[in-house]
Structure formats: structure tokens, C-alpha cells
């Protein structure tokens, strides 16, 4: 079996923590496999469990129109999330369910070789900072600033940012997330130039 497909069907059927009891659909995750830049946001919300696919509520519109303010299409990057099942209620997934879903992801990863890794929300930087092995602060000290860092064994730039999510609620965070994908866009620009880009 293709080991994309054999992924998606170990996630659409996977029993590994008591969130598979409360879901309509897992949410493997979409997009290029070969992807320069991934996306990985919380959690999937009401619209993605009903759906299947990530990031398709407000949350995901959003998303796509920062994603195609970038010069890019959706359909240009792969977009996944730490936890592949809807919590209950959307509350915070739990540490022993992200434990036993971040398996998944690191597979992801592994096949895609991304170069650049967004974090879309607190919950998924800090999961992708410590799997790094980097000291996350807090998401108003760390968003905006792309690091080298090593995740399973691919090095990537990893980028946090605020959640689409958080930014439909709060308009001042809609205009710090507008300014993260503008300094992403820049940064990857430099990457292919080959250019020496500091944001720090």
C-alpha cells in the first residue's frame, strides 16, 4: 500500500485514544506531498469533522486567504493538524491525546520533508517547540519569527502564529496574523533566492 494512503486509513480508523468515540470523521490532513510549506494547526473543529478535511469552517476561509495573500494556493501547501479527531465541545486536546496522535504527524513530515513549518495556535507550537526541543514562551513573545529546528529528523524553519480561529474573535490579532503571513511570504521569498534572511 502507498504509505500516504496507508497514513489516511490508520487515521480514519485509528482507536488509539477515546476520541475516536466522539467523532463523525478523522481528519488525516490535505494538500501537496511535497509541500515547501506545511501548515499545522490545534485540532479539527464542528465543520472538518463533518467534512473529513482540515481547515474548511471561518477558521480554514481565513486561512486560504492568507495562504493565497502569499502568492500561493491552497492546494500548493499540505495542511494537517497535531490531533487528527474533534475534541469534544472544540476544548483543548488533552496530553495524552496528543501523545498518542503525534505519531501521525511526525509520518507526515517524514514524507513531505517541508521547509518551512507553520504553527497555527498555542497549542501546536508549543507541541512543535518541545518536540524541537526549543523553550516556548508564549504565542504574543514567539509569533512572526521563524527558527531552525530539527523535528524528527527533518530540518525545517518552524514559524509560529495565531490561530485563524482566535483572530476571527480578536481584530487585533487579525492584524498580527496578517502581518506574520506577510513576513512569511518575505521569508520564503529569501529562502529562494538563496539569501540570508534574518527576522529574527
Known amino acids: 500500500m ?5 497514513i489516511e486509513e490508520e487515521i480514519r480508523t485509528c482507536r488509539r485514544c477515546p476520541l475516536h468515540a466522539f467523532r463523525r470523521n478523522a481528519v488525516p490532513g490535505e494538500g501537496r ?4 510549506v506545511m501548515f ?3 485540532a479539527p473543529g464542528r465543520v472538518e469533522d463533518e467534512t473529513g478535511r482540515p481547515f474548511v469552517g471561518a477558521a480554514g476561509k481565513l486561512l486560504t486567504s492568507l495562504i493565497e495573500g502569499m502568492g500561493l494556493r491552497r492546494e500548493d501547501v ?3 493538524n497535531i490531533i487528527k479527531c474533534r475534541p469534544p465541545g472544540n ?7 496528543i501523545r498518542a496522535c503525534i505519531p501521525y504527524l ?3 513530515l517524514a514524507l513531505i520533508k517541508p521547509r518551512v513549518v507553520v504553527a497555527l495556535g498555542r497549542h501546536a507550537a508549543r507541541t512543535l517547540f518541545e518536540a524541537a526541543g526549543l523553550k516556548w514562551r508564549s504565542m504574543a513573545k514567539d509569533h512572526g519569527k521563524p527558527l531552525a529546528a530539527e523535528l524528527w529528523g527533518v530540518k525545517v524553519h518552524l514559524y509560529p502564529t495565531y ?3 482566535a483572530a476571527l474573535y480578536n481584530p487585533r490579532l487579525k ?3 496578517e502581518r506574520d503571513f506577510e513576513n512569511l511570504a518575505r521569508f520564503l521569498k529569501g529562502k529562494r533566492r538563496g539569501t540570508l534572511l534574518d527576522y529574527l
Do not use: C
Not at 502507498?2 to 496507508?6: Q, R, S
Open 106 to 108: 511526525k509520518r507526515q
Open 175 to 177: 492584524e498580527s496574523l
Open 163 to 165: 490561530h485563524p480561529a
Open 2 to 6: 502507498d504509505p500516504w494512503e496507508a
Open 33 to 36: 506531498r511535497d509541500a515547501e
Open 91 to 97: 476544548r483543548d486536546p488533552e496530553q495524552d491525546e
Open 78 to 80: 499540505y495542511i494537517t
Open 40 to 42: 499545522v494547526g490545534e
